[in-house]
């Protein structure tokens, strides 16, 4: 059986959708396929359907009065028994336009407001994810219905997550610990970073995680940053790995940087990595509801000053919300800083806190970081690994 959720929680999430939907004055969300990014571009569509994982493409349609659709490209029989939160599941067959105007001719909503999510306005992806030809499809078939841009309105009501999403986002911290740990058990000089990156996936798949996910790997010496796809580089003596580990469970896609040197490090490296360590405790400690984005940085780069004795500076990205896919809000660049240095944190909100540390002179890197949650009374992480460079003698 796939991971599920409560139909509690389903009825949550459409109360809390619904609500705002009533306040815009719109009658229908299309929520769109798009397994882009490792899947993290298909957040919404899954939110309210609870289907995805593994590329499943879904579409759908969500009326503010009215059954719930979902269009799957294909096997939507599957689908249909596969989980208890939609019962209208069909097989779409990638004519997203086509479904789209099928369900709206059905709910006789053509001259009503829709909502489209991914119009526009996403992290990763601030073009949009929906195909041209299918918004074009709907407007031509539709001329009197007016189509508004929901892109905000769903990160807002993703961004605060309930007492079950962070439960599924601690199990997927778990896994993530379980594939750090074959990390470290197979990292021996000889193997190659294919090898390695397999031995990671079947440790993630074995303990219950899902694919597509967002795994950066790289071995070698003196390296500062991890690399997309895995070589046949052979690890040696002396070398660092260098990785970004997000493990999903239900979709929702915990996250950890875990730096690991074969062998002594330099004293410049454990440097970046203790004050990077030193970064995350302040932050975290920090991180209240009611404190803004724009304090935390502050307390980022103090700390960077303070603990590397002016002898080092901070560097972007500090953390990013985790969940179903491109989750906001987030501190990844100066622009990111000037959109979200006012917005207070909540409880519920849930984080990769990564801070990175470079030296004002020279070259290098250094970062290290966990998935954490915002409560009422603080945050706290959800791995439970003791957050250190990990030294492996060889």
């Known amino acids: 059986m796939i991971p599920q959720l409560s139909i509690e929680e389903r009825d949550r999430r459409y109360k809390n959708v619904r609500a705002e939907m009533a306040k815009r ?12 990014r490792w899947e993290q571009l298909q957040g919404d569509s899954r939110y309210l359907t ?22 799957i490209f294909n096997r939507a029989g599957w689908w249909k028994q596969a989980q208890k939160w939609v019962t209208d599941v069909r097989d779409g067959r ?47 078939t539709c001329p009197q219905a007016k189509i508004v841009n929901v892109t905000e ?40 970073e294919k090898e390695l990156y397999g031995a990671m996936v079947h440790a993630m798949l074995a303990n219950d995680g899902e694919l597509p996910t967002l795994f950066f790997l790289s071995g070698g010496p003196g390296l500062t940053n991890s690399s997309f796809v ?89 953390m990013h919300a985790r969940g179903l896919g491109d989750d906001g809000p987030a501190l990844l660049g100066d622009k990111d800083l000037e959109r979200f240095s006012k917005i207070q944190l909540q409880a519920g909100m849930t984080f990769i806190l990564k801070p990175q540390v470079r030296p004002k002179e020279g070259k290098g890197r250094g970062s290290i970081g966990d998935t954490v949650a915002v409560t009422e009374t603080g945050a706290r992480r959800l791995g439970k690994r003791e957050l250190k460079l990990i030294v492996k003698n060889v």
């Not at 489209?116 to 918004?135: H, Q």
């Not at 454990?270 to 991180?287: E, P, T």
Request: hydrophobic share 40%; glycine share 10%.
């Open 230 to 318: 895995p070589t046949d580089y052979r690890l040696q003596k002396g070398d660092r790995l260098i990785d970004e580990i997000e493990a999903k469970y239900a979709g929702y896609g915990a996250q950890a940087v875990c730096p690991v040197v074969l062998g002594t490090p330099d004293d410049e490296y454990q440097k970046l990595i203790d004050i990077s360590r030193a970064c995350f405790d302040a932050i975290l400690h920090q991180m209240k509801p009611g404190v803004t984005f724009g304090f935390l940085f502050d307390v980022y780069r103090d700390t960077v000053e303070r603990a590397g004795g002016g002898k080092y500076l901070w560097n972007h990205p500090v």
């Open 50 to 71: 609870s289907i995805g994982g593994f590329a499943t493409e879904v579409f759908t349609v969500f009326p503010r009065n009215g059954e719930v659709t979902a269009f």
């Open 153 to 192: 309105m769903m990160q807002e009501v993703r961004a605060v997550k309930s007492a079950e999403e962070v439960s599924l986002l601690e199990r997927a911290a778990a896994i993530v610990e379980k594939t750090i740990d074959a990390m470290v058990q197979n990292a021996n000089p000889g193997i190659s």
């Open 25 to 36: 004055n719109i009658d229908v969300l299309l929520l769109p396929a798009n397994t882009g």
């Open 94 to 140: 990638n004519r997203w336009g086509e479904n789209a105007i099928e369900r709206i001719n059905e709910l006789g909503l053509q001259k009503g407001t829709i909502g489209i999510s991914g119009l526009a306005g996403l992290f990763r992806a601030p073009e949009g994810i929906i195909p041209y030809s299918s918004v074009k499809a709907i407007q031509d």
